[in-house]
Nanobody, 113 residues
Framework: QVQLVESGGGLVQSGGTLRLSCAAS????????LAWYRQAPGKERESVAS???????TYLHSVEGRFTISRDNAKNAMYLQMNSLNTEDTAVYYC???????WGQGTQVTVSS
């Protein structure tokens, strides 16, 4: 069974930074495209960033240039470096393996003004 565990969320002031981590078991990250999704209060879930096994990345337009997705296949881990956070980034962030339909439990990111 696949388990995905996010960490690194918390409360940060506008303009601050956070680094989210995703640790996996029961799956080999190296062969999968990985993604971060988020869901803000009252809004639907949206894809924030994705990264292919070859390292190609895509970003939600509103986070491009501020967020960086990365992976460490040897550690079976994925990361999301978030800089210049603003209040609109407040959401629960999820680690996702889209092909497998696997989701983590999510980690809360709250950005205060």
């Amino acid at each position: 069974q696949v388990q995905l565990v996010e960490s690194g969320g918390g409360l940060v002031q506008s303009g601050g930074t956070l680094r989210l981590s995703c640790a996996a078991s029961g799956i080999s990250f190296g062969i999968h495209t990985l993604a971060w999704y988020r869901q803000a209060p009252g809004k639907e879930r949206e894809s924030v960033a994705s990264i292919t096994p070859g390292g190609r990345t895509t970003y939600l337009h509103s986070v491009e240039g501020r967020f960086t997705i990365s992976r460490d296949n040897a550690k079976n881990a994925m990361y999301l470096q978030m800089n210049s956070l603003n209040t609109e980034d407040t959401a629960v962030y999820y680690c996702v393996v889209p092909l497998r339909g696997s989701w983590g439990q999510g980690t809360q990111v709250t950005v205060s003004s």
